[in-house]
């Protein structure tokens, strides 16, 4: 076996905020020291940037193995066209993975048509309808990262307390998509000026900013850690910075649509810019990109979340929420962070990398000697449209089709192995 040595390139590691040219070298699945290599085949980056494998936090998908929709098989190698060398699929799956024996089930599919790393999270309710606990300690025993009811959110304050409470007896991190239905059951778009022109029930910001307050007071009174995911309203930043300067164990992402995109798109009612939570304003959208660059917000996940084109193409009102971003991900958010006076390569990423990698406690988001060999190398001087129908997903619900990027990934090694 041949010691690779990746030269001339770009080397950014967020861990410990490296960011210059050089040489870097692995040798199995190991990065090891230029000392320490023989048998070198050398592969010439110049230009190239060289980062770790990117960490997402949310990811869905409407199948395990079978039919036309998205799978494992497909999100893996749609997460690797993106860069992405550990995904962590949310449990609205079927059979929904909330008893060991499901969970080992689900393994068993990711070990037979898994190109990268696939990390599971378990219901936090049984079959995530929020009535009753599931069996926190044999989740964690059959290997979950987290446990979460992703994308619903579990209405009893009981039953999410108790839920906090007992998955930190197991030091299982609890994710929450926070949502009060009372007040956004019928919601289809923010509650603003779009969804009042378009006659579509509301989503307000105080159906996430209720929600967010409660994990953040569960935290603090059980001194426990839980993570809020896809955070879309300027006050829920405002909450998490006020939490975090108490010493709260609370952590949070974001998604690339909701640092890009607003209300505004979904004005001819297409379908592909209906999210959950929905699009917002741009008071929104700048909050949420600030939240990021002063620590506020930690990291970006994908909410990547495959609906089948028939399903997709109705009433706006009807329709389901979700949209694909795996391959766009990490494009739109370089496209949007890079505007702003505080940008580095090295805080992207953290946001996309080092910090996710740290909130589920998996290896990643570092390119030190000893640590595993998940590299992405990235051309910064590519020019790409990005067109579904030649993605590797088998879902077409994107909010970005037709755009325009600079800069893509090249190439992927898993493990050391090239993807």
């Known amino acids: 076996m041949k010691t690779i040595c ?9 861990s410990t905020e490296k960011d210059e040219k050089g040489d870097l070298y692995f040798y ?3 990065i090891i020291s230029p000392k320490d290599a023989k048998n070198i085949e050398v592969i010439d980056v110049t230009g190239k940037i060289i980062f770790p494998g990117l960490v997402d936090l949310r990811c869905h998908i409407n199948d395990l193995s079978g039919g036309n929709c998205e799978n494992i098989f497909s999100v893996t190698r749609a997460a690797a066209a993106g860069g992405y060398s550990t995904i962590v ?3 609205n799956l079927n059979p929904i993975p909330d008893n060991p024996a499901t969970i080992q089930f689900i393994k068993d599919q990711i ?5 990268i790393n696939v990390k599971l999270t378990g219901c936090l309710t049984k079959g995530s309808n929020g009535k009753a606990l599931a069996p926190l300690g044999s989740l964690k025993n059959a290997g979950v990262v987290a446990i979460t009811d992703s994308p619903l959110s579990p209405q009893d304050n009981q039953i999410f307390c108790k839920a906090v409470e007992y998955a930190s007896m197991f030091d299982l991190p609890v994710i929450d998509l926070p949502r009060d239905l009372s007040l956004s059951e019928n919601g289809n778009a ?3 000026p779009s969804a009042l022109k378009m006659g579509l029930g509301g989503y307000p910001r105080i159906a996430e900013e209720l929600f967010v307050q409660r994990a953040i007071s569960i935290a603090r009174s059980l001194n426990t850690r839980v993570h809020l995911s896809s955070i879309s309203s300027f006050a829920s930043v405002d909450l998490i910075k006020e939490a975090k300067n108490r010493n709260v164990m609370i952590t949070a992402d974001v998604s690339p649509q909701h640092l890009a995109l607003t209300e ?3 004005l001819n009612y297409d379908t592909n810019f209906k999210t959950t939570p929905p699009l917002r ?4 959208r700048k909050y949420l990109i600030d939240g990021l660059m002063d620590g506020t917000i930690d990291c970006i996940s994908t909410a990547h979340e495959p609906i089948k084109e028939y399903e997709k193409n109705i009433e706006y009102d009807l329709a389901p929420t979700g949209v694909t971003s795996l391959e766009t991900a990490f494009n739109i958010s370089l496209q949007q962070l890079s505007k702003h006076q505080k940008f580095t390569w090295v805080n992207l990423l953290k946001f996309m990398s080092l910090r996710p990698s740290e909130i589920i406690n998996v290896e990643g988001g570092e390119l030190r000697v000893g640590s595993t060999a998940n590299i992405v190398i990235f051309d910064p001087l590519k020019k790409w ?3 579904p129908s030649k993605s590797k997903s088998r879902a077409f619900n994107t909010p970005f089709n037709n755009e325009e990027f600079h800069g893509k990934v090249s190439q992927i090694y898993l493990n050391g192995k090239a993807i």
């Open 385 to 387: 449209k990005y067109h």
């Open 190 to 192: 923010h509650d603003g």
């Open 28 to 30: 199995d699945d190991k």
């Open 89 to 91: 699929l949310m449990p």
């Open 111 to 115: 070990k037979r048509d898994a190109c």
């Open 281 to 284: 304003e741009e008071v929104d």
């Open 264 to 266: 505004t798109k979904i």
């Open 6 to 14: 990746l030269k001339g390139g770009r080397i950014i590691d967020p």
